[in-house]
């Protein structure tokens, strides 16, 4: 028989005979005389439930999701009931072209003028006023189902929404795609949707299978609760300003300049990275500790552009006046042999890694692409190859390639004309 726990407490007090006396009159007798052969026992009658009853594209119901006690007789009800419940919305979505594994999230439910929290179980009620975050496409087709969009400024300004970037350095998801990033999180991800993905500087092509890396820009948007609550799982927020860490770029520039001024001898051969490898190596540590730390070395995008603007023209130009008489030299001793060495020493590498990417590693050509800008360090030619593809893909060939060039290109320069000299 089914009690309330004060009543349960007195039953389990009671001796057998007297026990069997308060069942027998419980029933009205239609059990007839009462006897018990063992000590009665109590178990508390519950009903549990599934914390979590969806994820991305799988959902529970019936028992998977909610168990009641046999006594209730509600367990099979209540499975047709979501059996029910969940096919009428796959085919209302289906009906409106929807992915129906879409998300899409309840912000805030307002009835009658009070707030409602918005949990899982929530049940919404006509006349409920709702603000609803997703893709612009599914929460306008789902218009036939939820009803009439309304002007509410003050129910929207109740909700401060953000725009903020997250430094990937949780090395749990690294080389994981966005869907297996978003099933780690769960439910911290709720209300938060991924904008951008910044890769060195460079915006990556989005998709359910893009692959995430330690050091990638996240642009999450929503809420700034949920967008905090995201960030923790995925790394660090970063708050740019508009202002220069002076400290930290006079600090680097400095190690790089007396790291270049350090030589050493191989046989005979005096070995030096010179200014420009030790910009290098500073740049590469600088980055390296920038990306463990996001609030050191912060510069302005404005600012970064400038440097990079005027860095780049003072090199050609000093290039040019240092050795624009000597080429010009060159060029007319041996005029059409030096330009077809040029060719050739650019071109060959070019089109024996296309064609080894292409028929023996089978590489996206667009990705090859990609890696062969970053192999020759030009961003020119980055910027080139995402024009023409019309895409961002070429972007994912070239982190590696980039590194590796200009490692290769600022080390092997000087050993080259080193050996050259020698000879």
């Known amino acids: 028989m089914a009690v309330d726990r004060n009543e349960a407490d007195n039953f389990m007090r009671l001796d057998k005979r007297s026990f069997a006396r308060a069942l027998q009159d419980r029933t009205n007798g239609l059990l007839g005389e009462v006897t018990l052969e063992t000590a009665p026992e109590a178990w508390p009658l519950k009903a549990l439930r599934a914390e979590k009853l969806t994820a991305p594209r799988c959902a529970l119901m019936a028992e998977a999701a909610h168990v009641l006690h046999p006594l209730g007789a509600q367990g099979l009800n209540l499975s047709l009931r979501d059996a029910g419940n969940l096919a009428d919305i796959l085919i209302d979505a289906f009906a409106l072209g929807l992915d129906i594994g879409s998300r899409t999230v309840i912000e805030r439910i307002v009835r009658q003028g009070a707030d409602i929290e918005p949990r899982l179980d929530t049940v919404l009620e006509t006349g409920d006023d709702i603000v609803i975050a997703g893709r612009t496409a599914a929460i306008v087709a789902a218009k036939p189902i939820i009803g009439p969009e309304i002007d509410a400024d003050e129910i929207l300004k109740a909700i401060p929404g953000n725009v903020l970037d997250v430094l990937v350095d949780n090395r749990n998801l690294h080389g994981r795609s966005i869907r297996d990033v978003a099933d780690r999180i769960g439910g911290d991800a709720r209300g938060v949707f991924l904008r951008a993905l910044t890769r060195h500087g460079r915006e990556a092509p989005l998709s359910a299978d893009t692959r995430i890396y330690v050091g990638d820009v996240m642009t999450l948007v929503g809420s700034t609760h949920n967008i905090e609550r995201a960030a923790k799982q995925v790394g660090q927020i970063v708050r740019s300003g508009d202002r220069t860490d002076i400290a930290f770029l006079a600090a680097g520039i400095a190690a790089g300049l007396l790291a270049g001024l350090v030589s050493f001898k191989v046989g005979g051969i005096a070995l030096t990275l010179g200014g420009g490898g030790g910009a290098l190596i500073a ?20 600012a970064q552009q400038t440097l990079s603007d005027l860095g780049l023209g003072g090199f050609i130009a000093a290039i040019g006046l240092a050795n624009g008489h000597a080429a010009w030299v060159a060029i007319q001793a041996h005029g059409l042999l030096l330009v077809g060495m040029g060719l050739a020493v650019t071109l060959v590498p070019l089109i024996v890694a296309t064609l ?4 023996v590693l089978r590489m996206n050509p667009v990705i090859t692409c990609g890696a062969l800008a970053g192999a020759m360090t030009v961003d020119a030619a980055v910027t080139g190859a995402c024009e023409i593809a019309e895409s961002q893909t070429p972007v994912l060939g070239v982190a590696v390639p980039y590194a590796v060039g200009n490692v290769v290109l600022t080390v092997l320069g000087p050993i080259i004309v080193a050996c050259t000299f020698v000879g």
Do not use: E, I
């Not at 590469?284 to 404005?302: I, Q």
């Not at 080894?356 to 028929?359: L, Q, S, V």
């Open 283 to 302: 740049g590469l540590l600088c980055g390296w500790l920038r990306s463990r730390r996001p609030t050191m070395g912060a510069m302005p995008p404005a």
């Open 356 to 359: 080894f990417a292409y028929h």
